[in-house]
Every structure is written in structure tokens, then in C-alpha cells.
């Protein structure tokens, strides 16, 4: 596998899409934090909070996109890999809280010195450093879709058979992680949060600092991805995707390129995940649930699949427009809505907001073609004045 060339990926447009997200990392929390609440240019922590829930959705979006849009792998349980990144950080904020919990055992969560359990079990040891949470964060998500696409791709499960394995995946671990006695708190899950690294999750420079993180990461996330299909490896996946069978032939291994770009893709799931948890404040089993899934799949279809930037656009104007009408009157007709935007951007915008864009754009700056052989008809012999137009 061939390094990724950074010169390739940071074209004038992937350049001032970083410098829009920078903006948008510093100029957010200042606004939070630094002008009067009385200000109009003033933001809330409720907005900075919403929003950075926004950012790690587009994380998640961003995964999706770069295996379903250039390698044509359509994953319907990316979910399970999100909920797993979020479930390693509450383990270590649940380990933060201490004395402070309402039964207040050093060692053990409030859930499980409710339920009755006698000590710490293992793979709870550990999560009271942050590098080892941080390890995990990466680990587990990547560690699963490793084994997970070993078998499935050296199986060559591909379509709509891969999709429904990957949801039957996320759904299994959810009617684990309900279980009480799974250890992760059953129903309810991770909640009542103190503190990272010493800082109150609820204070408002903690939100905006992981605020500015969680752009952060989108941008190293989307520079990943930009200089992975920018790239020979990129062309191969794109080969990949649109005809598997011949790129086998040629000799590229196929199976190699899927399972790398995939536990890529987990990985920068989990990364979304974790950030999402101490800004929400609690993850539970929910985050499983295979329509989870199925919705994120929906935001890269809106945005526009293989674009990078459509995910991220779709991921935030789908779930800004889920907050919108979900807090009116119409909030009972959300999913109805969901369901009739995804039909009209199939029928009407195939290639979603960005990638219907970047059609009309090319289409625009294409230079008009002439007929060959009707200007050989029309034009005069050589040497011939060409004929005088009527009178």
C-alpha cells in the first residue's frame, strides 16, 4: 500500500473547506464564552453543545461515506462502532465520578453497587487513565470491524447480503449491552458524568473545548479521507466499487484494500462516538439500535455519496431539521418526513445535495462541442469567400 500524498489532497477547494471548519472551531467558543449574553452575536452553551453533537455526526457521516462512496461497501450496523468509541469514554467518566456517585464507592459504579455486584469486573480495569480509554476508544471499534471483515470479505459477502449482516451485527450487540448483567449498565447505560481530565463536563469552557476538539477531529478525519481517495489507493478503491470482478482480475487483492478501509472507518466511528458522550452527557444501549444505523446511511445518500463534504453537509442539515421539527407541533410526522426526503433526493437529486452541485458546476464550465462534420458541411472550400448571409 502506497503512502497517501498530502500535496494531491489539498486542492483549493479541500483547502478552504479546513479553513472554514478552523473558523468555525475558534470563532463558536469565543462567541460562547468571551461576548455578553445579552449580545446578539452571543451563543449558548445549548447551541455549542447541539452543534458539537452535530460535528460528531459528521464524523460518523465521513466513516460511511468513505466505504460506501468510493469502495461501495454499504454498512447498515456503523452504529455498533459509534456506540463502542462512546461506551469506552463512559466507562472512563463513570470511573472519574468516585466518592461523588450517590452510593459513594470509590471503585465501583452507582449501577453496579445497586445491582449487587461484588467487585470491578476486568474489563473495567484500566478505564481510569485516560490513554488507556483513549487506546480502547480506537481499539475496540477497529478491533471488531478487523475480525468482523476478515471473515466477511475473505467470504466475499458483498451487497445487499453484507448490509443486512452488519445490521444483524449492531443489533446483537444491543440485546447484549441491555442486559444487566453485561456489565455496562443495562437500560439506562453511562450517565451522570462529572468530570475529563480534571474539568466539569458542564461547564461552558469545558463544552467549548470539546467543541473545538470535536471540529478538530472532523478535520483530520476529512483530510484522512480526502488524501486516501486522492491517491492511487483511492483510484483502486473506486475500482473496487465499480467493478470488483475486473479489479480482482488485474491482481490487486481485493479482500486486503476492503478490510483496511473498513477498520479505518470503525475506527473513525469510535473517535466520533467518544466525543459525542461528555457532550450529551450519557450513551446507552439505544446508540445501537440498527435505525441508527440505517439514519446515518440516509444523511451521506442527502449530502451526496462520495463527496466527503456532502456527508458532512447531510449529516448536520438532516439532523438540524430533526431538531427543528422534532420540538413543534410536527414532531409526531418526523419520521414521515425523514422517509420523504430520502424519496425525493433519490428521484430527484440521485447524487445528493453536494454531488448534484458539482455536477450543474462541471456541466457550466464543460466548453460546448461542435459537430465535426456539420461545420466541414457548412464551411466555404479553401480558397473560397465564405457566402454573404441574405438580405
Not at 231 to 251: N, Q, Y
Request: some cysteine; glycine content about 10%.
Amino acid at each position: 500500500m502506497s503512502a497517501f500524498p498530502l500535496t494531491r489532497a489539498l486542492d483549493r477547494g479541500t483547502t478552504i473547506f479546513l479553513a472554514l471548519l478552523a473558523a468555525i472551531a475558534i470563532v463558536v467558543p469565543l462567541l460562547n464564552l468571551l461576548v455578553p449574553a445579552s449580545s446578539p452575536f452571543h451563543l449558548s452553551s445549548y447551541f455549542v453543545a447541539l452543534f458539537g453533537k452535530y460535528i460528531c455526526y459528521a464524523i460518523l457521516a465521513l466513516s460511511i461515506d468513505l466505504i460506501w462512496g468510493y469502495c461501495g461497501i454499504l454498512s447498515l450496523g456503523h452504529g455498533a462502532f459509534f456506540a463502542l468509541g462512546g461506551y469506552a469514554m463512559g466507562m472512563y467518566l463513570m470511573r472519574q465520578i468516585g466518592t461523588r456517585g450517590v452510593y459513594a464507592n470509590p471503585i465501583l459504579p452507582d449501577f453496579m453497587v445497586f445491582l449487587n455486584w461484588p467487585e470491578l469486573p476486568v474489563y473495567w480495569y484500566g478505564f481510569q487513565h485516560f490513554p488507556y480509554a483513549l487506546l480502547m476508544i480506537v481499539l475496540v471499534p477497529g478491533l471488531l470491524a478487523l475480525v468482523f471483515g476478515w471473515f466477511a470479505f475473505r467470504s466475499r459477502v458483498t451487497g445487499v447480503y453484507l448490509s443486512i449482516i452488519t445490521q444483524a451485527l449492531t443489533y446483537a450487540l444491543m440485546l447484549g449491552f441491555f442486559r444487566n448483567n453485561f456489565g455496562f449498565g443495562g437500560n439506562n447505560g453511562l450517565t451522570d458524568f462529572k468530570d475529563i481530565l480534571g474539568f466539569n463536563v458542564q461547564a461552558p469552557g469545558t463544552r467549548a473545548a470539546l467543541f473545538a476538539i470535536s471540529t478538530l477531529s472532523l478535520m483530520i478525519g476529512f483530510l484522512i479521507c480526502r488524501s486516501i481517495v486522492a491517491s492511487k489507493f483511492g483510484k483502486v478503491l473506486i475500482a473496487i466499487r465499480d467493478a470488483e470482478s475486473r479489479t480482482r482480475f488485474l491482481g490487486y487483492r481485493v479482500e486486503s484494500y476492503k478490510l483496511f478501509v473498513f477498520t479505518l472507518s470503525a475506527c473513525m466511528a469510535g473517535v466520533a462516538g467518544a466525543l459525542y458522550v461528555p457532550q450529551i452527557g450519557i450513551i446507552n444501549p439505544g446508540e445501537f439500535s440498527p435505525a441508527s444505523s440505517i439514519e446515518a446511511v440516509l444523511w451521506v445518500a442527502v449530502g451526496g455519496r462520495g463527496t466527503l463534504t456532502g456527508a458532512i453537509l447531510g449529516s448536520v442539515v438532516v439532523n438540524y431539521g430533526k431538531t427543528y421539527f422534532t420540538s413543534g407541533p410536527l414532531a409526531p410526522y418526523w419520521l414521515f418526513m425523514l422517509g420523504g426526503l430520502f424519496v425525493a433526493v433519490t428521484l430527484l437529486l440521485p447524487r445528493g445535495i453536494v454531488g448534484t452541485a458539482q455536477q450543474w458546476l462541471a456541466s457550466r464550465r464543460k466548453p460546448s462541442v461542435q459537430n465535426p462534420v456539420t461545420n466541414i458541411a457548412a464551411s466555404p472550400p479553401s480558397g473560397e469567400p465564405a457566402p454573404r448571409p441574405a438580405e
